[in-house]
């Protein structure tokens, strides 16, 4: 069920592609591209990580199943992307933060009390994918600045940025119980637009290796992209995972500073 929801939260993205790429809603199945083996088993081509390393990286369970990441940007307050968020009651979502293996009770949970989504989100590849999350406690971990308008200069190409999540380890619907991490380059803007003509510069940033490897995937989505020490993007879309010539994108957070920071100290 939860995988069968995650590949539909995906193919919808897909499908949305290939509407704007012309092709007719009839070709669609056969428009999404099969998930491509990876060389790297294990997020794509990760390596293991902790929530005690990562405090401010939290999981976002749906009905009790793991469905998107988050990251903690005030104690009662949890940066996602708006596609996790839309069309979901918030009392079916449990934030679980400290939890590096999702099969144990470590850690702390918090209710949602209240969902912001940006007013202006329709789907993934048209931007804006990013939402505001109120707990119903303070999870006392620590949490994490976004990127200002000021950092543009963290989304210079080639930057080394840190993706999080216990999403799809090998784009065939393996979520991993456990946290991992994976480094990847941003690329320019121009890359990213000649990957993706969906691409828009101001509310997405892409990051990924020419030859792919490396990637989020789905479930690792609304989960932080960091540099130095700041959210620089949230996990939002991409083509298949890991796939060459294909990077992640990621909603470029230091776009939306203003008002996340509004909702964030609500
Ligand atoms: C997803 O479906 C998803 N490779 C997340 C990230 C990426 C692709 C898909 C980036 O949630």
Not at 194 to 208: D, H, I, L, N, T
């Amino acid at each position: 069920m939860a995988t069968t929801l995650h590949r539909l939260v995906k193919f919808i993205g897909v499908a949305a592609a290939a509407v704007t790429l012309g092709l007719a809603p009839g070709a669609m199945a056969s428009a999404a591209p099969p998930p491509e083996p990876s060389m790297d088993p294990l997020i794509v081509g990760g390596t293991a990580a902790t929530t005690q390393q990562y405090p401010w990286t939290v999981a976002l369970l749906l009905d009790g199943t793991q469905w998107c990441g988050g990251t903690l940007a005030a104690p009662n307050k949890v940066v996602t992307a708006a596609h996790c968020t839309a069309g979901k009651a918030v009392s079916r979502w449990q934030i679980v933060a400290g939890r590096t293996d999702l099969r144990t009770s470590e850690g702390h949970t918090a209710k949602v009390t209240k969902v912001w989504q940006h007013p202006g989100y329709r789907s993934v590849t048209q931007g804006d994918d990013v939402a505001v999350m109120t707990l119903d406690r303070n999870l006392n971990y620590t949490t994490l600045p976004l990127a200002k308008p000021a950092d543009s200069g963290l989304y210079k190409a080639g930057t080394q940025a840190r993706a999080l999540g216990w999403g799809d380890t090998t784009g065939n619907g393996d979520y991993s119980d456990t946290l991992r991490q994976v480094v990847v380059p941003l690329t320019s803007d121009q890359t990213c637009a000649s990957a993706y003509s969906e691409y828009k510069s101001a509310s997405m940033v892409c990051a990924g290796f020419p030859q792919g490897g490396k990637d989020t995937c789905q479930a690792d989505s609304g989960g932080p992209l960091v540099i130095n020490g700041k959210l620089v993007g949230i996990t939002s879309w991409g083509e298949g995972c890991a796939q060459a010539g294909k990077p992640g994108v990621y909603a470029r957070v230091s776009s939306y500073y203003t008002q996340l920071s509004t909702q964030i100290s609500s």
